[in-house]
């Protein structure tokens, strides 16, 4: 496998080389051993700080996308009706599995350069619809574009909205997240992004109100939530859980917390900066329609006139630089820089 002296891949993110250390360790059977459940306790209550919630914290094995369907197949049932907000491809994507479901799904596509600007509409369609559930994007990674929670946390409240689903994935451990401000009953992450640990686990935040509703839905599958309801108490997990993978996940979380959040979240947003400006000064043109809407984890770029993607990305890889394609209709127009996690370190770079 060939690897590149500058990986800018928008996740899986290079992995911290204290976590990789920590998957060398030969650890005995999580169902037996008391120090996993200890383990398991303490890393859930990073995750609560790094989410700003009180909410109980599920820790899931597997990549992201388990959480996302987890969060939708153990709260919803055919019929229910689901709001899917959408500046992106994943934020609509969210709408076509609650879809498979057999729910009524309803979705509103802003433009993939901006995030949720008509609020008038949002709430209009609240207030007709009256949806079950509001999905939304915090980080569209395909167009760079960090959307602001604030407005559908409020509409949630308001209209008595049961439950407010997020995929917080791209964006968690390296930008402010407010669960519990924005009403968040379903705050989901992912160790691959900004944690920079193996794509090997996931998990969400779960509000009283979610729980009482996954208890009525009672869906049973290997991604089920309900299982893990009661496992901080009695110990059993529904499947053996994989202990590297909670002890690489807690390694993480307390990198974060030595450097200081603050810390953490500050040179993300300095290094997006960074980016920013060398792309101008390269005269490449930013994806975003304006700045502010940039994520502080990825950015997104027009493909520099003359090349296609297969060239660019080629020439980029020969200079030992590794960036992200795109997908649908982002796909050979518009290219992703990953400066999360471990790919902050720009500043010496000339990349374009």
Same mark, same amino acid.
């Given at each position: 496998?060939?690897?590149?002296r500058y990986p *800018?891949?928008p996740?899986?993110?290079s992995v911290?080389?204290?976590?990789?250390h920590?998957?060398?360790?030969?650890?005995?059977s999580?169902?037996?051993?008391?120090?996993f459940l200890d383990?398991?306790?303490?890393?859930v209550?990073d995750l609560?700080k790094?989410l700003?919630?009180? &909410?109980d914290?599920? #820790?899931m094995?597997?990549?992201?996308m388990l959480?996302?369907?987890s969060?939708?197949?153990?709260?919803?049932e055919?019929?229910?009706?689901v709001?899917?907000?959408?500046?992106?491809?994943f934020?609509?994507g969210i709408?076509?599995m609650a879809?498979s479901i057999g729910?009524?799904?309803k979705?509103?596509?802003?433009?993939y350069d901006?995030?949720?600007?008509?609020?008038?509409?949002?709430?209009k369609?609240i207030a007709?619809?009256?949806p079950?559930?509001?999905?939304a994007v915090?980080c569209?990674?395909p &167009?760079?574009?960090l959307?602001?929670?604030?407005i !559908?946390g409020?509409?949630?409240?308001?209209?008595?909205?049961?439950? *407010?689903y997020?995929d917080?994935?791209?964006?968690v451990?390296a930008?402010?997240?407010?669960?519990?401000k924005?009403?968040?009953? !379903?705050c989901?992450?992912?160790?691959?992004k900004?944690?920079?640990v193996?794509?090997?686990?996931?998990?969400?935040?779960v509000?009283?109100k979610?729980?009482?509703?996954?208890?009525?839905?009672?869906?049973q599958?290997?991604d089920?939530l309900l299982?893990?309801?009661?496992?901080k108490?009695?110990?059993?997990?529904?499947?053996?859980?994989?202990?590297v993978?909670?002890?690489?996940?807690?390694? &993480?979380?307390?990198?974060?917390?030595?450097?200081g959040f603050?810390?953490?979240?500050?040179?993300?947003e300095?290094c997006?900066k960074n980016v920013i400006?060398?792309?101008?000064?390269?005269g #490449?043109k930013l994806?975003?329609?304006?700045?502010k809407?940039?994520?502080p984890?990825v950015?997104a770029?027009?493909?520099p006139?003359?090349?296609?993607?297969?060239?660019?990305?080629?020439?980029?890889?020969e200079?030992g630089?590794? *960036?992200?394609?795109n997908y649908?209709?982002l796909e050979?127009?518009?290219f992703r820089i990953?400066h999360m996690?471990?790919q902050?370190n *720009?500043?010496?770079?000339?990349l374009?």
């Amino acid at each position: 496998m060939k690897t590149y002296r500058y990986p *800018f891949f928008p996740g899986p993110t290079s992995v911290s080389e204290n976590v990789l250390h920590v998957g060398l360790t030969n650890f005995g059977s999580a169902d037996v051993e008391p120090e996993f459940l200890d383990l398991y306790k303490k890393c859930v209550i990073d995750l609560q700080k790094i989410l700003n919630t009180k &909410s109980d914290v599920v #820790i899931m094995t597997g990549e992201g996308m388990l959480v996302l369907w987890s969060g939708l197949k153990s709260c919803l049932e055919p019929g229910d009706k689901v709001l899917a907000i959408s500046t992106g491809i994943f934020g609509t994507g969210i709408g076509e599995m609650a879809k498979s479901i057999g729910c009524e799904v309803k979705t509103i596509e802003f433009p993939y350069d901006c995030s949720f600007e008509d609020h008038f509409l949002i709430e209009k369609t609240i207030a007709e619809f009256k949806p079950k559930m509001i999905t939304a994007v915090h980080c569209e990674t395909p &167009s760079g574009i960090l959307n602001d929670l604030t407005i !559908l946390g409020k509409l949630k409240k308001m209209y008595k909205v049961p439950l *407010f689903y997020v995929d917080a994935v791209a964006s968690v451990g390296a930008v402010h997240i407010n669960a519990d401000k924005h009403n968040i009953d !379903l705050c989901l992450g992912g160790s691959q992004k900004a944690l920079s640990v193996p794509a090997n686990s996931c998990f969400m935040s779960v509000s009283d109100k979610a729980w009482s509703i996954i208890e009525e839905v009672g869906y049973q599958g290997y991604d089920a939530l309900l299982p893990f309801k009661d496992v901080k108490t009695t110990g059993f997990f529904p499947y053996t859980p994989s202990w590297v993978n909670i002890a690489q996940l807690y390694q &993480s979380t307390q990198n974060i917390f030595v450097e200081g959040f603050e810390n953490v979240v500050k040179r993300h947003e300095n290094c997006s900066k960074n980016v920013i400006k060398k792309l101008k000064e390269a005269g #490449i043109k930013l994806f975003p329609r304006d700045e502010k809407y940039s994520s502080p984890t990825v950015t997104a770029a027009y493909i520099p006139d003359g090349f296609t993607w297969e060239e660019y990305d080629k020439m980029m890889r020969e200079k030992g630089i590794v *960036f992200g394609g795109n997908y649908g209709e982002l796909e050979g127009k518009v290219f992703r820089i990953g400066h999360m996690g471990t790919q902050t370190n *720009f500043e010496e770079l000339c990349l374009f």
